[in-house]
Structures are given as structure tokens and as C-alpha cells.
């Protein structure tokens, strides 16, 4: 097996795209990859078929190169959570909350299991892709440093470098990286990469002979430029661009600062007659023919932040109107009546009333559910999974939303009461014919759902991602290397 590394001169640099797209491009080489994050820290996350917790973005990485998710792809994951710092989550296993200055002292421990989980990999793959985490050339955390160099060493692997040209001050992310590193590391360098370009590239003809003066031996192999219509995910769920995206009536997320597993909404965005995006906004909200509140990884906070700026009210006075609101994990426990977390296992500890939109209230509990399940939407059915702390139990009468499927048995899942639903389920949004459900639902004049559902329109993205990166790319050092 060889490993390959995509390490980034920052977070955001898009290692997580070009990761995914070169894991996209050597299985069209015909080449058995697999995806790698040794950690993550991130609050998307994926439920695998046994009941494991992984980050989205490897799950993701793993479609791209036709493979099942498994929670090896990401042995250790952070969930951060506010002040109290991160869940730790250890091969797919939550092991409980953990602040910064603890969670330094166990990174010998979690290397080992990175390390033993390297170890399967060897007989499973031809090539292992390994995305790293932020700069592998934090000073102060580089002999900690469990995600980026460490791995690489430890297969004998190869390294590129991701470089954000949108952000400016290429030249400098890219020497300055090159002047941190020792030999040893620079030797197993391939080569940079400049990302997400924009503009006339012609006015950006050869990086190389501005680089070279200042990092001699390091190869630029090439300029990728944007491309927005070739982002199956963002990491988060929201970028820069959509917090206000598409034509039509206003669809309304309701961004609390906690929010997790965002890509929920990101089925929506090529479908037509539908404007939505990020929403803080009490004037957005109330003008909104619908509102979803989000997952959340500290439920109780992004509740007492909802109050403590007065869009309870929004969301109620909404809801009153004929506005339909819709929570999805976190948010359907906001919906509730109550919601009880005597010792803060979830995240903020305390009672806290809820909404009062739905008939139900959450109690907190450390145990944590993880299923991959499948949903059901007037004869359609496609994978969706559930991943949350808390038990919802009815306080009244309940309709269930609908039904999903688990080990070939129906059962009822979710609440709804009126024009205000509630559901636990992650991926409820990828098939056209649920979020038509939502659409008319609301009220929605123009709407017309893309065709292709969601998990199919990813496949075809990873391909031309695939064909994106072989265009712009000198490849054939990564080729030598790998022997293809």
C-alpha cells in the first residue's frame, strides 16, 4: 500500500475537496483508495451501517471512492461543544467531553490507535489518501501533531500541499510552510498545489518562478481554479455564498452558534423556486413561508441564545401565523416542552422550557444513539441516519411524521403537530420527494425539485471533480510515486 497526504497550509485551505477529488481520480485509474483523517474536528457528522460516528467529510471522501463509510476512515473525531470544550469520539465511540488543555495529554494514547488503525489499512487498499488537519506547521503543536506529518512518516508515504489563492497571500502559505519543515519532511514533498482560483488565469501563468527564489525544491504542479458548481459539501453545511442562495420563497435555517451536521440544507440548493440560506434575522424569520432549526451539538445553549435574543418569540409569533417550522435533532428537541440535562452530558447542563410547539420533551442521557436507518416519503426510499444525545418522549397526543425502516421493520418516527414537524433523522432532505412534502407544505409558489436525488447528483460530481483536478494538475509525480 502507499499513502498519500493532503495537507494544507491552513484550515480551509480545501484539503477536504481535493482529497475527495483525488480519490475520485484514482479509482477512475482503477486504483482500490480509500479515504484517511486521522482527526477531525468537526460537528458533521455520518453514522456508519454498525452504529459508528465518523466526520461527514470522510464519509464523503469514501463515496468518492465507492466505498462504504467506516469509522477506520476517521479514528478519532472532535465535536466542539462551547466552552467546555470537544466530545471525543474514538474509532466511531463517543468517550465523553474533554477541553483543550486535557485532550493534549492523551495525544500519545490517541496516536496508537491512529497508528494501529494505519496498520489495517495496509491489506485493504492500494493507495490510502490521508487528509490532514489545519497547518502541519503549527509551532507550538507540532510535536503533538497526530494528523498530518505523523502518518506519513509512519507509512512512508508522500506529501502535497493545498495552498488557498482566494484568500490571498499565496506565496507566502506556500514558503512559509516550505521554511518551517526539515529535510526529511520536505523530501517526501511531491509538490504544491495552488486552489481555488478566480479569474484569468493567464494573468497567473507560472507560480513556479515566483516560488522557486524562496522555497527551492518545492514544486508548484499546478492552479485549480473555483469551480462552485463542483462542491458536493462544505465541511460545515454554510459557506460565504449561502447565506443567500437561490430564487424564490425564503426556506430559513436558523444558524445558532452550535448548529451541526448543516448539510442537512444542501439538498436544496439546486433546486428551483427556493431562496435560502443562513438566518439570524428576527425580520427574516417572520417573513419566511418556512423555518428549520438545525441539529445542534449543545441543544440547551443555542436554545438559551435563541431566547436571549428574543427569536423564540419570532419562531413562536411564525408558527401562529401559518408559517411551517420544521427541527431537525436539536432543533425538534428545541421544539419540545422541555428539556432536562441535570449534568450537562450533552453540553450546557440545566432544565430548559422548550418552544412549546410540539407535545414532547427531551431528557439527556450519556448514552448516545447512532442508527443508519431509511426514511420513507410517499413510496420513496433512501438512507438517513439519526446521531444525538437525549431521549424525546411524548408529554400528549402525537402524530408521528412519518416512517422509517430499520432491519426491513417500519416504525414511526418523528412529530407533528399542525404545520410545525419535528425529527430526528439526518438525510430526511435528499430525496425530491421530501422536500416537495416541505414545499407544499409551505406554500411555495414556483418550486420544482431537481430530478436526481441527492446521493446520485454526488456521484456524478465526484467524476467531474475527478476530470477538474486532472485538467489543471501535473499528475505524473504523484503517478511515479504510486507506480501508475
Known amino acids: 500500500m502507499k499513502a498519500l497526504g493532503v495537507l494544507g497550509t491552513g484550515s480551509g485551505a480545501g484539503k477536504s475537496w481535493m482529497t475527495a477529488a483525488l480519490c475520485a481520480w484514482l479509482r477512475r485509474e482503477g486504483v482500490r483508495v480509500a479515504p484517511f483523517k486521522a482527526q477531525n474536528m468537526s460537528n458533521n457528522a455520518w453514522v456508519t451501517l454498525d452504529g459508528g460516528e465518523m466526520a461527514r467529510a470522510q464519509a464523503v471522501q469514501a463515496e468518492a471512492c465507492g466505498l462504504l463509510p467506516t469509522v477506520e476512515m476517521n479514528p478519532v473525531l472532535l465535536k466542539p461543544s462551547g466552552g467546555m470544550g470537544s466530545q471525543v469520539i474514538v474509532l466511531g465511540r463517543a468517550e465523553g467531553h474533554c477541553a483543550a488543555r486535557d485532550y493534549y495529554g492523551r495525544a500519545e494514547r490517541l496516536w496508537q490507535v491512529v497508528a494501529d488503525t494505519l496498520e489495517t489499512w495496509r491489506s485493504r487498499c492500494d493507495v490510502l489518501v490521508m487528509e490532514g488537519a489545519g497547518s502541519p506547521v503549527e509551532l507550538n503543536l507540532m510535536a503533538r501533531d497526530i494528523a498530518n506529518l505523523r502518518p506519513v512518516r509512519h507509512l512512508d508515504g508522500r506529501w502535497l500541499l493545498v495552498g488557498d489563492i482566494d484568500r490571498g497571500g499565496i506565496f507566502a502559505q506556500l514558503a512559509g510552510t516550505w521554511a518551517l519543515l526539515d529535510e526529511a519532511d520536505r523530501a517526501r514533498c511531491l509538490g504544491a498545489i495552488v486552489n481555488r482560483f478566480r479569474g484569468d488565469a493567464s494573468l497567473f501563468p507560472d507560480p513556479q518562478s515566483w516560488l522557486a527564489p524562496y522555497a527551492p525544491g518545492f514544486p508548484v504542479l499546478g492552479t485549480v481554479p ?94 401562529a401565523a401559518g408559517t411551517l417550522v420544521v427541527g431537525l435533532c436539536g432543533g425538534y428537541q428545541m421544539l419540545g416542552e422541555w428539556l432536562h440535562d441535570p449534568t450537562g452530558v450533552a453540553g450546557d447542563a440545566g432544565d430548559e422550557a422548550g418552544l412549546g410547539l410540539l407535545p414532547v420533551a427531551t431528557t439527556f442521557h450519556a448514552a448516545k444513539t447512532l442508527r443508519a436507518t431509511e426514511a420513507e416519503c410517499d413510496g420513496d426510499r433512501w438512507s438517513a441516519y439519526e446521531i444525538h444525545m437525549g431521549e424525546t418522549i411524548a408529554t400528549g397526543p402525537c402524530t408521528p411524521l412519518h416512517q422509517v425502516w430499520n432491519d426491513g421493520t417500519p416504525r414511526p418516527e418523528g412529530t407533528q403537530a399542525g404545520r410545525v414537524w419535528g425529527t430526528y433523522l439526518h438525510g430526511w432532505f435528499e430525496s425530491p420527494r421530501s422536500r416537495a412534502r416541505l414545499a407544499t407544505a409551505a406554500g411555495f409558489t414556483d418550486y420544482k425539485p431537481h430530478a436526481v436525488p441527492w446521493a446520485e447528483q454526488r456521484r456524478a460530481l465526484y467524476a467531474a471533480m475527478a476530470e477538474h483536478v486532472a485538467a489543471h494538475v501535473n499528475l505524473d509525480p504523484v503517478r511515479r510515486y504510486l507506480g501508475i
Not at 459557506?239 to 435555517?253: F, I, K, Y
Open 226 to 319: 473555483l469551480r462552485r458548481d463542483l462542491q458536493p459539501e462544505e465541511e460545515d453545511g454554510f459557506s460565504a455564498a449561502d447565506q443567500d442562495r437561490g430564487q424564490g420563497d425564503t426556506l430559513a435555517w436558523v444558524r445558532t452558534p452550535h448548529a451541526s451536521n448543516l448539510t442537512d440544507c444542501q439538498p436544496w440548493w439546486d433546486d428551483a423556486g427556493v431562496r435560502g440560506g443562513g438566518a439570524e434575522d428576527a425580520a427574516v424569520l417572520a417573513r419566511a413561508p418556512a423555518i428549520v432549526l438545525p441539529g445542534s451539538k449543545n441543544t440547551i445553549a443555542d436554545l438559551r441564545w435563541l431566547r436571549a435574543r428574543g427569536l423564540d418569540r419570532v419562531i413562536r409569533d411564525a408558527a
